[in-house]
């Protein structure tokens, strides 16, 4: 398990985050209690709730240097906003997909229903959408490769990502009217995509982000 935990007290720093250290040690499950949360969606990928009371771990399984450890996760999450913007995407136009062959497929008063424009200008909106997120996800994953270290594209890239996909999943449910929300019409895409809207990072801290750093706005919260 990687962990972060708390090696110089907190009365000792001047502010929380400081003070931290990364640790990448062996899950003791004989001291640490381990339960997996249900969730709605996302199975192949298990969520757990830990709680551990005097657990030790061996400082020689320390990451990096001491008292730094926020400062590498924080790099870390970087990476992860980028990689769940690219899963955002591949769930928007997994959906765009079905959506559109649907909608050249069913007939309704002798015509295609992607004929008519209310649900080919949605549709169309989104694939729009979609490309202009890819590349802000593209975008930001050369600036991380080149060592960038600031998140603001990082960011962006999720936030415009995950919005387009929602908003992509939704029109694609919607095109398949009543029958979008039979499993058989892969509901499934819906459900999944919530995840990149919250996870890992919100959508309201990604903009009070942007407003601080790169805006230098005032700290709202």
């Not at 062996?26 to 996302?42: A, F, H």
């Not at 202009?132 to 594209?153: I, K, N, Q, T």
Request: with cysteine; charged share 25%.
């Amino acid at each position: 398990i990687v962990i972060l935990v708390r090696t110089t007290p907190l009365d000792q720093v001047r502010k929380a985050s400081q003070g931290l250290s990364l640790f990448y040690t062996d899950l003791d499950r004989s001291v640490v209690q381990v339960t997996e949360i249900p969730k709605m969606g996302r199975a192949a990928v298990d969520t757990n709730t830990l709680f551990f009371d005097g657990w030790r771990v061996p400082a020689n399984d320390l990451v990096g240097q001491e008292n730094e450890g926020f400062k590498m996760i924080m790099h870390g999450m970087n990476a992860e906003r980028i990689l769940i913007g690219a899963e955002a995407l591949g769930l928007g136009y997994a959906a765009l997909r079905r959506a559109g062959l649907y909608a050249g497929e069913r007939i309704v008063f002798g015509r295609p229903i992607g004929q008519n424009q209310a649900i080919q200008h949605g549709l169309a909106d989104s694939w729009m959408k979609l490309e202009a997120a890819r590349l802000m996800v593209y975008h930001a994953a050369r600036l991380y490769d080149e060592g960038y270290p600031s998140g603001e594209y990082a960011n962006a890239a999720k936030y415009l990502a995950a919005e387009a996909a929602f908003e992509a999943c939704e029109r694609a449910v919607l095109a398949h009217g009543g029958m979008g929300y039979a499993k058989e019409y892969h509901e499934r895409y819906l459900r999944e995509v919530f995840i990149p809207r919250i996870a890992p990072v919100s959508r309201e801290m990604i903009c009070n982000y942007i407003g601080e750093r790169v805006l230098g706005l005032p700290k709202s919260y």
